[in-house]
């Protein structure tokens, strides 16, 4: 390993751009799968905090994003008879556009009962939740990529309503929350005497697929998931339209890890063949020839992947905190991961120099 380091030291420049270049295959992988992970987990966040609710829905609808839901509004009544229902909430949600001076944004209109309060923001950057017709809570990030401040009037549809509020955690990427009134919205939206799902919440001692069993089968003209169900179908859809592409990049950048690695490495060997002859000569054996090369290999890779991973790790806090509808996870597993993988490409990169320096003449070394 000292040979292998002082080989490399030798020559800093190459050195210094080999780690970088690795560095810089970690980096976009580990920010790429961040991203599929950070959306995938966001992006049902409207879902996950429902308080484990049995969402009820139009039969045939099973996710959020690309169908739509419209059941009768005076469901509540049969819903709150079926056994073990705590209480019954109904929500309206259609995705329309936000315009605002001259500038369109797709977003997710809400509307649920002030009064209780289920299916509205969970947590506040600024202002408070509606409490009279005409107001509306955006979600922050969609009100600072359009310059929007709590007091100011919007257009939601095509009324205008007062911002009273501004949310968290209820953007994912492409993926925005207005919260209105159940009654503003059945009226912005047309809705009439429908809603979009019910809100149930099994009473204590009754479990939410036992209720949600309950409603399929003694509830005509309604289905039910648990929100766990309702969550997992609604990331499907995202995962089958983000997935393709996310993964095509992230194989793109390991490859791009390993030809670094291998154009490295094999230039490193070329430059010092000579080198390795006057070594064969004087007794070396192939073995620890090849230990040289790996050695080299390791620490081009090690040192790479310790840049790429801090500085992604770092990196997903700054993304998060200035895009806001852009998620970043890199977790402990994945670090993991990808040393394991950052290892594969030493030993892929190293294969060509490898057999080079196997097949070496020691008389090489006297032919210059």
Same mark, same amino acid.
């Given at each position: 390993?000292?040979?292998?380091?002082?080989?490399?030291?030798?020559?800093?420049?190459?050195?210094?751009?080999?780690?970088?270049?690795?560095?810089?295959?970690?980096?976009?992988?580990?920010?790429?799968?961040?991203?599929?992970?950070?959306?995938?987990?966001?992006?049902?966040?409207?879902?996950?905090?429902?308080?484990?609710?049995?969402?009820?829905?139009?039969?045939?609808?099973?996710?959020?994003?690309?169908?739509?839901?419209?059941?009768?509004?005076?469901?509540?009544?049969?819903?709150?008879?079926?056994?073990?229902? #705590?209480?019954?909430?109904?929500?309206? *949600?259609?995705?329309?556009?936000?315009?605002?001076?001259?500038?369109?944004?797709?977003?997710?209109?809400?509307?649920?009962?002030?009064?209780?309060?289920?299916?509205?923001?969970?947590?506040?950057?600024?202002?408070? %939740?509606?409490?009279?017709?005409?107001?509306?809570?955006?979600?922050?990030?969609?009100?600072?990529?359009? *310059?929007?401040?709590?007091?100011?009037?919007?257009?939601?549809?095509?009324?205008?309503?007062?911002?009273?509020?501004?949310? %968290?955690?209820?953007?994912?990427?492409? %993926?925005?929350?207005?919260?209105?009134?159940?009654?503003?919205?059945?009226?912005?939206?047309?809705?009439?005497?429908?809603?979009?799902?019910?809100?149930?919440?099994?009473?204590?001692?009754?479990?939410?697929?036992?209720?949600?069993?309950?409603?399929?089968?003694?509830?005509?003209?309604?289905?039910?998931?648990?929100?766990?169900?309702?969550?997992? %179908?609604?990331?499907?859809?995202?995962?089958?339209?983000?997935?393709?592409?996310?993964?095509?990049?992230?194989?793109?950048?390991?490859?791009?890890?390993?030809?670094?690695?291998?154009?490295?490495?094999?230039?490193?060997?070329?430059?010092?063949?000579?080198?390795?002859?006057?070594?064969?000569?004087? #007794?070396?054996?192939?073995?620890?020839?090849?230990?040289?090369?790996?050695?080299?290999?390791?620490?081009?890779?090690?040192? #790479?992947?310790?840049?790429?991973?801090?500085?992604?790790?770092?990196?997903?806090?700054?993304?998060?905190?200035?895009?806001?509808?852009?998620?970043?996870?890199?977790?402990?597993?994945?670090?993991?991961?990808?040393?394991?993988?950052?290892?594969?490409?030493?030993?892929?990169?190293?294969?060509?120099?490898?057999?080079?320096?196997?097949?070496?003449?020691?008389?090489?070394?006297?032919?210059?």
């Amino acid at each position: 390993m000292i040979v292998a380091v002082k080989n490399l030291v030798a020559e800093r420049a190459r050195f210094v751009f080999s780690v970088c270049g690795v560095g810089f295959a970690v980096l976009l992988v580990l920010v790429m799968c961040g991203i599929f992970v950070g959306t995938t987990n966001q992006v049902t966040t409207y879902i996950d905090h429902s308080n484990r609710a049995v969402w009820v829905v139009q039969p045939g609808v099973s996710q959020m994003f690309k169908a739509v839901s419209w059941l009768p509004a005076d469901g509540t009544a049969r819903l709150a008879a079926v056994p073990g229902v #705590g209480s019954v909430d109904p929500i309206l *949600g259609l995705p329309s556009d936000f315009v605002h001076d001259g500038s369109h944004t797709a977003y997710f209109v809400l509307g649920y009962d002030p009064n209780t309060g289920v299916g509205g923001p969970w947590s506040l950057a600024d202002g408070r %939740n509606i409490q009279h017709p005409g107001e509306v809570v955006l979600d922050r990030v969609l009100a600072r990529k359009n *310059g929007i401040h709590v007091g100011e009037k919007v257009q939601v549809v095509d009324e205008h309503f007062t911002v009273v509020g501004l949310s %968290n955690q209820t953007a994912a990427i492409g %993926n925005f929350y207005a919260f209105v009134s159940l009654q503003d919205a059945a009226r912005l939206l047309r809705a009439g005497n429908r809603v979009s799902y019910f809100l149930v919440q099994p009473k204590d001692g009754y479990g939410s697929e036992r209720i949600a069993a309950s409603i399929r089968k003694g509830v005509p003209g309604m289905d039910a998931f648990t929100s766990a169900a309702f969550a997992d %179908n609604s990331r499907a859809i995202i995962v089958s339209m983000i997935g393709r592409p996310l993964k095509t990049m992230i194989a793109i950048a390991a490859l791009v890890g390993v030809a670094l690695v291998g154009l490295t490495v094999l230039a490193v060997t070329t430059e010092q063949l000579a080198d390795f002859g006057v070594l064969r000569a004087l #007794g070396v054996r192939p073995a620890q020839l090849r230990r040289t090369v790996l050695g080299q290999a390791a620490v081009i890779v090690g040192l #790479g992947y310790l840049v790429g991973a801090g500085i992604a790790y770092a990196a997903q806090f700054a993304i998060r905190d200035r895009m806001g509808d852009v998620t970043v996870q890199i977790t402990p597993t994945m670090l993991a991961a990808m040393a394991g993988a950052t290892a594969v490409m030493a030993i892929l990169g190293s294969l060509l120099p490898l057999r080079r320096v196997s097949r070496l003449d020691p008389a090489a070394a006297f032919r210059r």
